[in-house]
């Protein structure tokens, strides 16, 4: 079975894309074949040439919509994607580019959405949101992307316990941890259905790393402790 031709889409330093060519190695579900982003000397550009993948960069700033969606659309179709990834994109994808890969573009948010979700709500700011807000409980959520931010449907999440003391930072750090490991196992849930043709069924992976939302915060501990013992 071929692997599905995937495209990741970064604006930073692409942790996540690092963490999804990896997975690679791992099973025939996904390749990413083109990385796409909206600056000029990304690092997950950098990381691209160095998996030798293709990369591009298609600007957003000062642009018509219509015509950042077109650039998209051509640069996806020329590569042969059948399904999008985001990775630390900071920006709304187009209407256009949502309806051709509808069900079929993934992201990961910081956070337990609905929960410091929505515009203006990624990377640090989300932390920042967290500690501020005196939370016990954060964590990553996988969705599926739709026309507004963070409002697809939820496909898995994990939760990360905010522990006494923490800063933005320590948050910061716990959850990436969480998201290397949670968005290549659901990207390679999803992709597996995907090449088959096949409506996916529920994301539910086997271990005790995973837990629902309305897990205890004595669980939660545990689970991260033992995912990630000096964490």
Known sequence: MRPLPVAVLASGGGTNL??????ERDGPSYRVTLVLSDREGAGALDRASAAGRSGQVVPFKGRATDDVEAEMLAALESAGVEAVFLAGFLRLIPAGVVARFRRRILNIH???????????MYGHHVHEAVVAAGVKVTGATVHYVDEAYDTGTIVAQWPVPVRTGDTPDTVAARV?????????????HLALHWCRDE???????????????STGPHDLETS???AFPEA
Do not use: M, N
Request: aromatic share 8%; glycine share 8%; with cysteine.
């Open 18 to 23: 690092q963490a999804l060519l990896d997975h």
């Open 110 to 120: 910081p956070a337990l959405l609905p929960a410091f979700g929505g515009k203006g």
């Open 176 to 188: 990436l941890r969480v998201e290397h490991v949670l968005y290549p196992a659901v990207a390679e």
């Open 199 to 213: 409506s996916p069924p529920p994301f539910r992976p086997a271990g005790e790393c995973f837990h629902t939302v």
């Open 224 to 226: 991260l402790s033992e």
